[in-house]
C-alpha cells in the first residue's frame, strides 16, 4: 500500500468580521473550527514525528493520514489555532519566519497583503508600481513595464491579473531596493505609518512560539526573511536556513534530531536542496497541488493542499 499523506496548509486564520482588516485573505475561525472537525472525521491527524518516521525508516502511516501546517508565524496562530489543537491533542507544524518574530519587523510580503486589503482597486496599486518601474528603468536598469506584465500579470486560482501582478512585482520581480520602497511607501498611504506597532500585533513573539514548543507543537524553518529562496544566491540561501536553525534550537526545536522546512512562497532549487542536505534537513514543504507519496516524492519537495481545497 502506498504511504500516502495529506499535508494542508494554513496562513492567516483569524475572526476576520471583528478583524480592522476583514478583506485579508484568510480563513475564518469558524471555517477552521468546521474544517478541523471534517479532517478530523476522514483522515488519521498524525504529528510530524510519524512523517518522519516514514521518510527515514519506511514506516508505515495510517490510512488517510494528514498533517496540518502553518506557515508565517502570524498572531492568531497562538491565539486561536494552539488553544484549538492542544485542546484537542492535535500537533500542528508550524513554520514563522525568524524576522519578523525575533525583531518584530513587518516583512514586504504583509505590507501587499494589507496594502492590498485596504486599497478597494487593484489597479491603482498596479499603476503606481508601472509609474515607479518607469521612472526608476534607466538607474536600475529594469525591464521595460510591458515585459514584467506579460510575465507577471496573470490571474492564478486565488487572485486576478491585477492583485497577482501587484504580489509578484513586490515579492520578487523588482529589485530589492527599490520593492522595500514602493511597498513602505503605499503601506504608509494606505494602511499605517507606524510599522512597528502593527509588526507586534501582526505576528507571535519568540516567548509564544517556545511555549507552543514546550506544549507539543512542532517548530520549523521558513527561512530568516521570507525570501523566495530559489531566487537568491548560494550565500543568502545558506544564511537564511544557518540563521533558522539558530532560531529553531533557541525556542528548543529538535533541530539536531530532524528538522523540517516550509519553502516560502514554495519557492526551491537544486542549490537549495544541496544547502539542505549538508545540514540534514529531512523533510521540506512545497506549494504543489497533490498527495505527498513516500514512496515516490522526494521528501525535500513534498506537496501540500490549501486550506481550500477543503470543505468548511
Same mark, same amino acid.
Given at each position: 500500500m502506498p504511504r500516502v499523506l495529506t499535508v494542508v496548509m494554513y496562513h492567516y486564520v483569524r475572526e476576520f468580521q471583528r478583524s480592522r482588516y476583514p478583506k485579508i485573505k484568510g480563513l475564518e475561525y469558524s471555517g477552521f473550527v468546521r474544517q478541523l472537525n471534517y479532517l478530523a472525521e476522514n483522515f488519521t491527524l498524525v504529528r510530524i514525528q510519524d512523517v518522519v518516521d516514514a521518510a527515514r525508516e519506511n514506516e508505515e502511516l495510517p490510512e488517510n493520514a494528514a498533517l496540518l501546517t502553518f506557515d508565517d508565524g502570524y498572531a492568531e496562530h497562538y491565539d486561536l489555532v494552539f488553544p484549538l489543537l492542544f485542546d484537542r491533542g492535535i500537533q500542528g507544524a508550524f513554520f514563522p519566519p525568524v524576522e519578523p518574530v525575533r525583531d518584530a519587523r513587518l516583512l514586504d510580503v504583509n505590507r501587499v497583503h494589507f496594502v492590498l486589503a485596504s486599497c478597494d482597486d487593484p489597479a491603482k496599486l498596479s499603476e503606481y508600481v508601472d509609474e515607479r518601474v518607469r521612472e526608476d528603468q534607466r538607474e536600475m536598469q529594469l525591464d521595460t513595464v510591458e515585459s514584467y506584465r506579460a510575465r507577471w500579470a496573470h490571474p492564478n486560482r486565488f487572485d486576478d491579473a491585477e492583485t497577482i501582478y501587484v504580489k509578484r512585482m513586490l515579492q520578487t520581480a523588482l529589485p530589492e531596493k527599490l520593492r522595500r520602497s514602493i511597498s513602505k511607501e503605499l503601506f504608509a498611504r494606505f494602511v499605517t505609518n507606524d510599522e512597528a506597532a502593527f509588526?507586534?500585533?501582526?505576528?507571535?513573539?519568540?516567548?509564544?512560539?517556545?511555549?507552543?514548543?514546550?506544549?507539543?507543537?512542532?517548530?520549523?524553518?521558513?527561512?530568516?526573511?521570507?525570501?523566495?529562496?530559489?531566487?537568491?544566491?548560494?550565500?543568502?540561501?545558506?544564511? *537564511?536556513?544557518? #540563521?533558522?536553525?539558530?532560531?529553531? =534550537?533557541?525556542?528548543?526545536?529538535?533541530?539536531?534530531?530532524?528538522? !523540517?522546512?516550509?519553502?516560502?512562497?514554495?519557492?526551491?532549487? *537544486?542549490?537549495? #536542496?544541496?544547502?539542505?542536505?549538508? =545540514?540534514?534537513?529531512?523533510?521540506?514543504?512545497?506549494?504543489?497541488? !497533490?498527495?505527498?507519496?513516500?514512496?515516490?516524492?522526494?521528501?525535500?519537495?513534498?506537496?501540500?493542499?490549501?486550506?481550500?481545497?477543503?470543505?468548511?
Open positions: 509588526a507586534s500585533e501582526l505576528y507571535i513573539s519568540r516567548d509564544q512560539a517556545k511555549l507552543m514548543n514546550s506544549c507539543g507543537m512542532y517548530f520549523g524553518s521558513h527561512g530568516f526573511s521570507h525570501y523566495w529562496l530559489n531566487e537568491v544566491s548560494r550565500e543568502k540561501q545558506e544564511r *537564511e536556513v544557518d #540563521l533558522s536553525l539558530d532560531f529553531l =534550537r533557541d525556542i528548543g526545536s529538535p533541530v539536531d534530531k530532524f528538522w !523540517a522546512i516550509c519553502y516560502p512562497f514554495g519557492g526551491w532549487n *537544486e542549490e537549495l #536542496l544541496t544547502v539542505l542536505r549538508k =545540514r540534514h534537513c529531512t523533510l521540506g514543504f512545497t506549494t504543489r497541488v !497533490a498527495a505527498a507519496n513516500l514512496d515516490s516524492d522526494c521528501p525535500l519537495t513534498l506537496p501540500r493542499f490549501d486550506t481550500n481545497d477543503f470543505p468548511q
